[in-house]
């Protein structure tokens, strides 16, 4: 499924279906996610097994710039119960070295169409507040802030708020 961006705004990457082979390049990408501090709870990555059994099987997309792998974004299930099945959380990691330049937008914006074509109709993304990257490409492909979670989690000695935010499909489930 390459394809190319031409939009004067959006960086030109190929938007392309994760495979084995990208496991390091993802989980590099992931710890580099983690060091900013602003990204998620967790400290470490997680092992390949985990990360394989906490995501979707489709769609699980990278973004490759000039072949080298700089992003990618997948989505995990938020609940087993049968009426919340089209229902999924956003996971999204950009190498740092690209941040700025539209890959965010672009592989999210990718995404989001994969994600109605695998029949989800609602996705949700948890955002530190002090994310104001993640949140202004959230809210451009279409995500609203539901609510605050205020003090939700406990993350380096410290309790953060963290913002729930959807889209819901407009096609999907309708
Ligand atoms: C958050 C992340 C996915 C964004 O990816 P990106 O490729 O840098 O994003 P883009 O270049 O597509 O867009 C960034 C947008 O945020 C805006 N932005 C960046 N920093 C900002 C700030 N401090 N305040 C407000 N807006 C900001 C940019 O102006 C741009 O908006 P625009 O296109 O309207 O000008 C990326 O930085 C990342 O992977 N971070 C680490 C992991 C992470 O936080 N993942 C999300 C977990 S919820």
Redesign the pocket.
Known sequence: MATSAHNC???EVDIDRMGPEDWARVRD?YR??IE?G???FDTSPPTRQEWDATHLPEPRLVARDRGRLV?WAALGPVSRRCAYRGVAE???????R?????????I?AALVSASEHHRIWTLE????PE????????E?CGFRVVGVRERIGEHDGRWRDVLLLERRSPVVGT
Do not use: K, M, Q
């Open positions: 705004c959006v960086e990408i580099a996610g900013t602003h990204a998620t992003a956003v996971s999204l990691y950009v190498d740092p690209v941040a700025g330049r539209g890959v965010g937008r672009r999210l993304a948890w955002i530190f994310n104001r990257a993640s949140l202004r490409v959230h451009v």
